[in-house]
């Protein structure tokens, strides 16, 4: 969600975008090397003010919210584990209820031992998570090509709690067109009636402004490195390789190294050595989280995000690797979730607990209303671009 205009877009294009985006805010980068993964013990010392935003948005107490960190880190720890014991039996991972209860799909019945000997609560399904994201992965390629009614279709993705494919469009016959023309197979795929229609979020420590050739706004993600070369990542959207950025304060700060948008939704900007990036996120009330990783965090996880335009919210996760279809392009390999946003908060930063999320790409409806919206997942970046995160 970034607030600009771009050259390459018409100009009704760019006046939509501009009044639908969200501001995106850089974040700051930091030389600490640390690889994401889990730690022996769940994180501690959550902030006062992050506590406070999740008994807002979603209805917790503080030692509810305590309890959903803890458990939600265990969770994201433990379910990579089990993927790799189930194999092509998993099905899928997530968290329900005030404490984030893990439970994990299995095709296998025969193994419920192992999955409750874990510490989580078994189910079994039809379809194995390979079996779901190849079939979604039809549709993406269907999509790309131009299938018949693939218009249609604005957002899909791989529901584990369901087990199955499901494809959001305002017209379900023609999105049922599409998954018919795509070769999927039907009963793997579920068509849910919806108006929602996906835009970019457009307008450095993670969650603070920037400004795109002197014009746009945007926010940053998360501080990165590049052997010695500190900076941040952000969304795609946001500038195109060789843009130059402002900080916050309209100090000149930096270039887009790497951009790719539709596609993906991923950038990452070198800073000058005037800034020196941090491994934090901006948090609500003027305080600041520690990035101390990039774990994960399983579907029904709490997450929260921070944008130059609407500060400080937070929600659930309710989907990953979700293909959305935006007026420049599809974007696939999304997460879903409950978070609102608002023009200029592109780019900015999603976290769970200290773990780094994504940056945010796009959505619908705003903070006043509510809405849905999407984040690039943070770990693919790092991956592409030979990247670092920062952190504390």
């Not at 970034?2 to 100009?11: D, E, V």
């Not at 200029?344 to 006043?368: E, K, N, R």
Request: glycine letters at 14%; a negative charge; aromatic letters at 6%.
């Amino acid at each position: 969600m970034l607030r600009r205009h771009r050259p390459a877009l018409t100009a009704g294009c760019a006046i939509a975008i501009a009044a639908l985006s969200l501001t995106a805010i850089p974040a700051l980068v930091t030389s600490a090397a640390a690889e994401p993964g889990p730690t022996a013990e769940a994180p501690t010392g959550v902030p006062a003010e992050m506590l406070d935003a999740m008994r807002r948005d979603l209805g917790l107490t503080a030692d509810e919210a305590r309890a959903r960190i803890s458990n939600e880190y265990r969770a994201g720890t433990a379910t990579p584990a089990l993927r790799k014991s189930l194999g092509t039996a998993f099905g899928g991972a997530w968290v329900t209820g005030k404490t984030a209860e893990l439970t994990v799909a299995t095709t296998d019945k025969g193994r419920h031992g192992m999955i409750t000997a874990a510490g989580a609560k078994p189910v079994t399904v039809s379809h194995s998570l390979d079996d779901l994201t190849a079939a979604k992965g039809t549709l993406d390629r269907a999509a790309e090509h131009g299938a018949p009614s693939a218009a249609a279709a604005a957002v899909w993705y791989v529901d584990v709690k369901s087990n199955s494919v499901v494809v959001q469009s305002a017209d379900p016959d023609q999105a049922s067109a599409f998954v018919t023309a795509s070769g999927v197979d039907r009963g793997m795929v579920r068509i849910v009636e919806s108006a929602e229609q996906p835009k970019p979020l457009d307008d450095v420590r993670g969650g603070e402004a920037y400004y795109i050739n002197g014009t746009a706004r945007c926010s940053i993600g998360f501080s990165v490195a590049k052997g010695s070369q500190g900076g941040f990542v952000t969304a795609g959207h946001c500038g195109e390789a060789g843009a130059t950025t402002t900080g916050v304060n309209k100090a000149a700060q930096g270039t887009f190294q790497a951009s790719r948008f539709p596609g993906n939704d991923y950038a990452w900007v070198a800073v000058n050595s005037t800034w020196t990036p941090k491994p934090v996120v901006l948090g609500p009330g003027g305080s600041v989280v520690t990035v101390a990783g990039s774990q994960e965090a399983p579907v029904g996880s709490s997450v929260c995000r921070s944008g130059s335009t609407t500060g400080w919210h937070c929600g659930t996760v309710e989907q990953l690797d979700t293909s959305v279809r935006y007026s420049e392009g599809m974007v696939s390999g999304l997460s879903r979730t409950t978070v609102c946003a608002e023009p200029g908060d592109s780019g900015g930063s999603y976290i769970s607990g200290s773990q780094a999320q994504g940056v945010t790409s796009g959505g619908s409806g705003d903070c006043t209303a509510g809405g849905t919206t999407y984040f690039q997942p943070v770990n693919p970046i790092l991956e592409a671009y030979g990247l670092t995160l920062t952190t504390g």
